[in-house]
């Protein structure tokens, strides 16, 4: 598969609610843009899930974090390490994802939390922090029919129990997806 060279970050936040998380690795594999992640991330999505999901195990997270990692052969970003010491954010403890996305050239990071990640500081790399609604809706506004085949994909993986459409697209909404639901939503006979 053929990937752009437009390389989007996906911040532990974003990949720590599964149907988010999947809906992102399905339209990592679209070929639109690359999905980046780095060994950190997993960390630290896996660690708070595990604190607020006592039913899952560290196996299981593990699996999931493994199987993302082969869905995507090059999404785990390596060798940022000695870039985080020179980097300034309002969180240190955010630092390593702004490295990761120097690292291999990100444009975008993937957040729920922008204001972790100022314009200010992420200017001078090229980079800007996006919540996953807009940048779903930016790649909607690219290639409609890439982010609706992703969503088809993922609601077809939904076999316990089957998910409607109708369901599928309320659980978007509640992963904060508000306008790229509103767009999914007139595609609703197709997913």
């Known amino acids: 598969m053929r990937h752009s060279p437009f390389t989007a970050v996906y911040d532990a936040c974003v990949l720590y609610p599964a149907p988010l998380r999947d809906f992102l ?10 999905a980046r992640w780095s060994a ?4 630290e999505w896996k660690r708070n899930l595990l604190i ?3 039913d899952l195990s ?11 990692d082969s869905a995507i052969p090059d999404g785990v970003v390596e060798g940022y390490q000695d870039l985080i010491e020179g980097l300034q954010l309002p969180d240190k403890d955010d630092r390593h994802v702004l490295a990761a996305a120097i690292r291999c050239n990100a ?11 100022p314009a200010d ?10 919540h996953p ?4 809706g930016d790649l909607l506004d690219l290639d409609t029919a890439s982010v609706v085949t992703a969503a088809q994909r993922q609601r077809a993986t939904l076999k316990k129990p089957p998910m409607d459409a109708e ?25």
């Open 58 to 68: 560290v196996e299981q997270l593990n699996r999931t974090s493994d199987l993302m």
């Open 107 to 117: 444009s975008v990071i993937v957040t729920f939390n922008q204001k972790d990640f």
């Open 133 to 136: 609604d807009v940048f779903i």
């Open 167 to 191: 369901h599928y697209l309320e659980i978007l909404l509640k992963q904060g997806l508000v306008h790229s639901t509103k767009v999914l939503n007139g595609y609703k006979a197709l997913l």
């Open 40 to 43: 950190q991330i997993h960390d």
């Open 25 to 34: 690795m399905w339209l990592g594999l679209s070929g639109r843009f690359r």
């Open 121 to 130: 500081a992420l200017r001078t790399f090229g980079i800007e922090a996006q």
């Open 52 to 54: 607020n999901r006592p």
